[in-house]
């Protein structure tokens, strides 16, 4: 056809339909985390149960393990720690260590006393360095971690059912 | 009396900005307010950290006044907080393969106007019968 031309501003208008309505299911605040596929950062810390044990990222080591930045301040926290309980109990080979993210330990330790805990390790926070270190920006946010130490998959935001379900568990299954 | 109270509530919102950071070197300030006017805040996500009002933006600006004043470069700066965050905390977004089509569209769009306006404003000659659009088929003998 001769007038194939005329069709293309139509064309195009479809293409940036798609494309508009592709980018309505994007979250911005759900930026892709560059430490995935990296080794832990290096840390030293203290345990908020014992703030003389110092640990480090070795902790991570032959473990599967789920990293967990939260607070007491935290309400999204509260919401999904029942989660991470009823996850513990179904997955107890899976260690789950705790960041307690700008938090006073006091505090800290009064929210594991009234929701359970579920942690094989709390590392105290307060200032949020290391945090920091993992490019965390908002509470919570969950890290899944290899038995080498490698950053898998990051979290933002609460984990809920349907997360638990399609996203963590296949892979917690997946990495043995 | 009170010409000395106004001058004292002046002088206090003058010297806020410069109390909270303290810098030893014009150049390590300079730097300093360059970079937290470069890097985005990741939780206000449309604000730059030197104007963000959220928890994190200022740990960010103390981590970073304080590698200023370990006279980190500005360049591994920017990578600290790239390696952490991304490039999205750049708000100069680098010109990598990711970003290619975020450059180039705003001049290839600058281009095909230029070209669409070039080819709606041509003058039909007068007549032919050629593809020139509908501009051929409106009669123009009413202006005579």
Same mark, same amino acid.
């Given at each position: 056809m001769r007038n194939i031309k005329y069709f293309v501003p139509l064309f195009l208008f479809f293409l940036l339909l798609f494309s508009l309505r592709r980018g309505l299911h994007f979250n911005p605040h759900e930026i892709r985390s560059p430490l995935i596929g990296k080794s832990t950062p290096e840390f030293t810390a203290y345990l908020?149960?014992?703030?003389?044990?110092?640990?480090?990222?070795?902790?991570?080591?032959?473990?599967?393990s789920l990293f967990n930045v939260f607070a007491s301040w935290c309400p999204s926290c509260a919401a999904e720690h029942s989660?991470?309980?009823?996850?513990?109990?179904?997955?107890p080979t899976v260690q789950i260590v705790g960041l307690a993210f700008k938090d006073n330990s006091r505090d800290a330790l009064q929210f594991l006393k009234k929701m359970g805990n579920p942690y094989s390790f709390v590392i105290d926070d307060e200032r949020g360095n290391i945090g920091i270190d993992f490019g965390v920006y908002g509470t919570p946010e969950t890290f899944v971690i290899d038995q080498r130490g490698e950053i898998r998959d990051k979290i933002s935001?609460?984990?809920?059912?349907?997360?638990?379900?399609?996203?963590?568990?296949?892979?917690?299954?997946?990495?043995g | 009396m009170?010409?000395?109270?106004?001058?004292?509530?002046?002088?206090? $919102?003058?010297?806020?900005? @410069?109390?909270?950071?303290?810098? &030893?070197?014009?150049k390590q300030q300079? #730097?300093?307010? =360059?970079?937290?006017?470069?890097?985005?805040?990741?939780?206000?996500?449309?604000?730059?950290?030197?104007? $963000?009002?959220?928890?994190? @933006?200022?740990?960010?600006?103390? &981590?970073?006044?304080?590698?200023?004043? #370990?006279?980190? =470069?500005?360049?591994y700066i920017k990578q600290y907080m790239t390696d952490r965050y991304g490039d999205f905390v750049l708000l100069k977004p680098p010109f990598?393969?990711?970003?290619?089509?975020?450059?180039?569209?705003?001049?290839?769009?600058?281009?095909?106007?230029?070209?669409?306006?070039?080819?709606?404003?041509?003058?039909?000659?007068?007549?032919?019968?050629n593809e020139r659009g509908i501009y051929n088929k409106i009669p123009f003998s009413f202006l005579k």
């Amino acid at each position: 056809m001769r007038n194939i031309k005329y069709f293309v501003p139509l064309f195009l208008f479809f293409l940036l339909l798609f494309s508009l309505r592709r980018g309505l299911h994007f979250n911005p605040h759900e930026i892709r985390s560059p430490l995935i596929g990296k080794s832990t950062p290096e840390f030293t810390a203290y345990l908020l149960q014992d703030p003389n044990k110092k640990i480090t990222q070795h902790i991570f080591l032959n473990h599967v393990s789920l990293f967990n930045v939260f607070a007491s301040w935290c309400p999204s926290c509260a919401a999904e720690h029942s989660v991470l309980m009823s996850f513990h109990r179904d997955y107890p080979t899976v260690q789950i260590v705790g960041l307690a993210f700008k938090d006073n330990s006091r505090d800290a330790l009064q929210f594991l006393k009234k929701m359970g805990n579920p942690y094989s390790f709390v590392i105290d926070d307060e200032r949020g360095n290391i945090g920091i270190d993992f490019g965390v920006y908002g509470t919570p946010e969950t890290f899944v971690i290899d038995q080498r130490g490698e950053i898998r998959d990051k979290i933002s935001g609460p984990i809920s059912p349907e997360i638990l379900q399609n996203q963590l568990i296949p892979l917690i299954k997946q990495l043995g | 009396m009170r010409v000395i109270f106004l001058l004292f509530i002046f002088f206090i $919102s003058a010297s806020h900005a @410069a109390d909270l950071y303290p810098f &030893h070197s014009v150049k390590q300030q300079k #730097e300093f307010q =360059t970079l937290i006017h470069e890097l985005r805040c990741v939780v206000c996500q449309n604000e730059d950290l030197a104007s $963000s009002d959220a928890p994190i @933006a200022n740990d960010l600006r103390l &981590h970073i006044y304080k590698m200023v004043t #370990e006279n980190y =470069t500005s360049r591994y700066i920017k990578q600290y907080m790239t390696d952490r965050y991304g490039d999205f905390v750049l708000l100069k977004p680098p010109f990598i393969q990711a970003t290619f089509f975020l450059w180039i569209f705003p001049f290839v769009m600058l281009a095909a106007g230029a070209w669409v306006y070039c080819r709606a404003t041509r003058r039909p000659r007068k007549g032919s019968n050629n593809e020139r659009g509908i501009y051929n088929k409106i009669p123009f003998s009413f202006l005579k």
